[in-house]
């Protein structure tokens, strides 16, 4: 039979861009979209004097924008103080020119006083349900980063700058570097913030020295190679989540979390996830508990001959680590792996996803049917479609901040380790992300005691004893940490050590004490509410690392002579491994 398809992407230039175009999905539905602004407007409707207001309010602000910019331009003596100013954290307004040039810092403010009006004006609305209010905001937040004065050519003063310096050079670098990503996306623009070419996994990322020293279908087993003559006792197994890559832990040498381990004395593994392909589609929750975990142990005893370990999970590789903890304690656990835990660290972790912040708007019923349409015809999640989410709860920084440094300025993306591992994205198996999606994100069942069931057994987080390190940070837009300081709740029986760190998700994570970055805080009382938990605890300059370090010291079973991968069993190759170069 003719493939009419394929001769009309033959016959026409570009033809098949267009197909690629029109055939892939955003990270959110647009029905979704509009019907938000739909019911957004209706509410409007429902309570017209919210509308009122608003508008009367934009109109007095703006009347008195118009007094601040006539002073900055014909006043005498000191210039008025600002009636708006952007977040300490907002980088889009950094060029001094917002500040010195009357009419750009007026324009400043009048943006800021838009969106401030309309947040204020959105959250007084009346919504059937807190999801929906979220979605509003959301939303309604994407709507004014796109129209930012900093995203346009004539509005953006440090763009007019490079115009006028360059001759009109930095748009026409900026319309190549457009084709370029139109060319790369193959009809859909592949805008990375990071310079592709500086990095390759396994030359100047994930280079810590190891073996792969066990596989399945789901995992490769990493064990690193010590550097010390003497290490602890009980060895340490990592566990990444399965929505990236693990060498955010182990990055470049001077900020590897791997690395600096291995050189305080701590043997290591990680679990390296297999990149999805259709035929793991039916890989669920529980086939990453047996082989993506214990079968793990297995392996690790093996290489050890030890009984005991230290486990640690990051993100929701922690929510799969405590839920399998919570089955081994079950007298009917099917599970008999050939270690048992020692002490369970926790990085960003949620086990309570009612708060689980505005990923949860991502979770409704037709959000979740759409994408099980699409991974029924993959079998797998596109790792795509989780970059473009998580970079949109982040739009100025990962989205908007790039497209004006490539598009408006012409700039080269400047090399970034941990931009470029978030653009190395991975699949997920079909069955465990809807696993995932309707039992936590939705219904939320592990917050609930027996309420979840794997292999049939009810998982009840409270039968944990083993010792737990909570780590969460202050700016995470992925697991908040109000809503991962829960956990302390649920895990009431067991003795938990919880610090909350600056920064968000990744950054927080990553960063060695050399870099001399970003705080922690701590506090014994977690009988208190997260913000009296928060105001009532000590702050200190620097890494967690140390921290949590000393704490780990505790709970490692004294020193023996070191490891070397290998040495008690076959090594399948070298570390960083096949799977995670895919």
């Not at 509003?136 to 490079?162: E, G, H, I, K």
């Not at 859909?188 to 066990?214: C, E, H, Q, W, Y």
């Not at 297999?274 to 079968?295: M, N």
């Not at 230290?310 to 799969?320: P, Q, W």
Request: proline letters at 7%; one cysteine or more.
């Amino acid at each position: 039979m003719v493939d009419a398809s394929q001769i009309l992407e033959n016959a026409l230039p570009g033809a098949a861009y267009w197909k690629n175009f029109y055939t892939a999905e955003p990270p959110f539905d647009p029905n979704t979209v509009l019907k938000t602004f739909w019911d957004l407007g209706e509410a409007f409707l429902k309570k017209p004097k919210v509308g009122e207001y608003t508008q009367t309010h934009i109109l007095r602000e703006a009347s008195k924008l118009n007094a601040y910019l006539w002073h900055r331009y014909f006043g005498k003596g000191e210039p008025p103080a600002p009636l708006y100013t952007p977040h300490r954290k907002d980088r889009r307004f950094r060029d001094a020119i917002w500040e010195e040039n009357p009419f750009f810092d007026t324009l400043k403010q009048a943006y800021l006083m838009v969106c401030e009006s309309w947040i204020h004006a959105c959250s007084s609305l009346e919504t059937p349900s807190p999801q929906q209010e979220q979605k509003r905001q959301f939303f309604l937040r994407q709507l004014l980063d796109a129209c930012a004065p900093t995203n346009f050519v004539f509005s953006n003063p440090a763009v007019l700058r490079a115009c006028s310096e360059s001759g009109g050079e930095n748009l026409l670098q900026g319309m190549v570097r457009f084709l370029e990503d139109w060319e790369r996306g193959q009809g859909l623009l592949d805008m990375d913030p990071s310079d592709r070419s500086a990095f390759s996994v396994g030359k100047n990322l994930a280079v810590t020295p190891g073996k792969v020293i066990f596989q399945n279908d789901v995992m490769q087993l990493i064990q690193y190679s010590p550097t010390t003559p003497n290490v602890h006792k009980r060895p340490l197994l990592i566990v990444p989540p399965w929505i990236s890559k693990y060498y955010v832990l182990d990055l470049q040498p001077e900020n590897s979390f791997v690395r600096w381990l291995v050189s305080t004395g701590v043997t290591v593994f990680i679990t390296s996830w297999v990149k999805a392909t259709p035929k793991h589609s039916y890989k669920s929750f529980e086939h990453y508990v047996q082989e993506g975990l214990f079968e793990a142990f297995d392996a690790i005893h093996e290489a050890t001959q030890e009984t005991t370990l230290n486990v640690l999970g990051y993100c929701l590789g922690g929510t799969l680590l405590l839920s399998a903890l919570a089955c081994l304690r079950h007298p009917k656990c099917p599970y008999k792996p050939s270690m048992r835990v020692a002490s369970a660290t926790l990085l960003t972790t949620l086990t309570d996803f009612q708060e689980a912040g505005f990923l949860s708007i991502f979770a409704g019923e037709e959000d979740q049917l759409r994408l099980e349409r699409r991974m029924a015809h993959e079998g797998f999640l596109n790792g795509r479609i989780l970059f473009k989410t998580f970079n949109a709860l982040r739009a100025n920084d990962l989205i908007w901040s790039t497209f004006v440094e490539r598009y408006l300025l012409g700039k080269s993306p400047v090399p970034h380790d941990i931009l470029f591992w978030n653009s190395d994205t991975t699949h997920t198996p079909r069955a465990l992300h809807s696993f995932v999606l309707r039992n936590f994100y939705r219904k939320n069942l592990l917050a609930n005691p027996g309420s979840l069931k794997l292999k049939g057994v009810p998982i009840d987080l409270s039968v944990i004893r083993e010792p737990v390190f909570m780590l969460s940070t202050h700016d995470d837009h992925i697991a908040p940490w109000k809503a991962t300081y829960a956990t302390t709740r649920l895990l009431k029986n067991a003795p938990i050590t919880f610090l909350l760190a600056g920064s968000g998700h990744v950054a927080g994570i990553v960063n060695p004490p050399k870099a001399k970055k970003y705080e922690y805080w701590t506090n014994e009382d977690l009988a208190v509410q997260s913000e009296d938990w928060l105001a009532q605890a000590r702050k200190t300059a620097g890494s967690w690392w140390p921290a949590w370090r000393q704490w780990l010291e505790a709970h490692s079973g004294g020193t023996v002579p070191c490891r070397t991968p290998g040495a008690r069993g076959p090594i399948v190759e070298e570390a960083p491994g096949t799977y995670v170069k895919a």
